[in-house]
Nanobody
């Protein structure tokens, strides 16, 4: 059974940085597309960045040039380096894994980690 667990959230001042981590437990990490999503109060959950299994990735416009995604296949870790944070980045950040494993679609979400950016 796959689990993804986020960590690294916290309170930071505007302009600061945080690094989120997502620990993947289970098999076939390299076969999953991984993504960071966020949900701000009163808003719908939105995708921040997606990295597909091949390693290609794409960012949402609001975070382009500020956030950097990476992964460590050996450690089964997925990261989000967030720089030049803004108050509007305040949200719960979720890690998601998504893949077709043995012909079956599997999707897993973490419990989320709170990021609060003060002005």
């Amino acid at each position: 059974q796959v689990q993804v667990v986020e960590s690294g959230g916290g309170l930071v001042q505007s302009g600061g940085s945080l690094r989120l981590s997502c620990a993947f437990s289970g098999k076939n990490f390299e076969l999953y597309d991984m993504a960071w999503h966020r949900e701000a109060p009163g808003k719908q959950r939105e995708a921040v960045v997606t990295m597909i299994a091949s390693g290609k990735y794409g960012y949402a416009d609001p975070v382009k040039g500020r956030f950097v995604v990476s992964r460590d296949l050996a450690k089964k870790m997925f990261y989000l380096q967030m720089n030049r944070l803004k108050p509007e980045d305040t949200a719960v950040y979720y890690c998601k894994s998504d893949g077709i494993i043995n012909g079956r679609h599997e999707e897993y979400w973490g419990q989320g980690t709170q990021v609060t950016v003060s002005s």
